[in-house]
């Protein structure tokens, strides 16, 4: 019988447990490469993919661009252009030898009716003529809404009682007050009219200083005033202009007596002086 000796089965017995421990060792760090490997490669797939869509965004970007500029380039032809023979027009609210009030020139009477070539469109239009200024001017007849009839009867005792009432003078600037009042006078609205004489008048008072364009002003609003008057009330320049005067307070004659008064007493005074 042979002696079995204890130390070389053990250390056989170890040795196995060893091997196999090594082995399975091996096979873990084999799977955990692998593993490391199939991340690193999804991650380069996925770099490489966003990498993919920003060179398509910016291929897409770059042809919307290349089309942008084709369609500029395409709008630079001239397009083709359909002349309009006629204009549309509206029904005529005036005829021939009716007065009208255009706002920037005053009164005017419609001359007569006809068709104008503008531009190889065949416009109908107003012809007015302004007396007073010694010119015309056209209006074309889908645009006479700007034009308005002469105030009736009513209208003007309601002028006359504004420049009855007493003036309504703001504080402000004068330069702010005068674009105020050149914006009434435009309108071409008689009460705004009305209000611009009443608020620039003087009356009597001579001695009150007015300057230049406060003088304007009030001339211009008066004479439209005047010139509306006289063709509905059917009076002369001098009977219009006595009512209006009447209402405003002011008496033409007794500034003259005055203007002359006051040359006579300058000229005594100097007269007067001893000379040297």
């Not at 084999?30 to 690193?40: A, D, R, V, Y």
């Not at 005047?226 to 500034?255: G, H, M, P, V, Y």
Request: aromatic share 4%.
């Amino acid at each position: 019988m042979k002696k079995i000796n204890l130390k070389n089965i053990l250390k056989k017995t170890f040795k196995t447990k060893k091997k196999l421990k090594n082995k399975t060792s091996k096979k873990k760090v084999q799977k955990k490469l692998i593993k490391k490997n199939q991340k690193k490669k999804i991650k380069v797939k996925k770099v490489k993919t966003k990498k993919e869509n920003k060179q398509k965004k910016s291929e897409e970007v770059s042809n919307t661009k290349k089309d942008n500029l084709k369609v500029v380039k395409s709008s630079d032809q001239k397009p083709e252009i359909k002349k309009i023979k006629i204009q549309e027009t509206e029904k005529k609210e005036y005829k021939i030898n009716d007065y009208v009030v255009y706002p920037k020139h005053g009164v005017g009477k419609v001359k007569e009716i006809k068709k104008v070539n503008i531009g190889g469109i065949d416009v109908e239009t107003y012809i007015l003529n302004f007396e007073k200024d010694k010119a015309s001017g056209m209006v074309p007849v889908n645009k006479q809404s700007h034009l308005r009839p002469l105030a009736s009867i009513n209208q003007l005792n309601k002028c006359i009682s504004i420049l009855k009432s007493k003036p309504k003078i703001k504080r402000s600037m004068w330069s702010r007050r005068a674009q105020e009042y050149e914006a009434k006078i435009s309108s071409g609205k008689i009460y705004d009219l009305a209000e611009v004489v009443r608020d620039l008048n003087k009356g009597d008072d001579l001695m009150v200083d007015q300057s230049y364009s406060e003088r304007q002003l009030f001339e211009k609003a008066y004479e439209r005033i005047l010139s509306e008057f006289q063709i509905i009330l059917n009076l002369s320049l001098e009977d219009t202009q006595k009512k209006l005067d009447k209402a405003l307070k002011r008496n033409l004659q007794s500034q003259n007596l005055q203007i002359v008064q006051k040359a006579q007493e300058t000229t005594t005074e100097e007269l007067a002086e001893p000379i040297e």
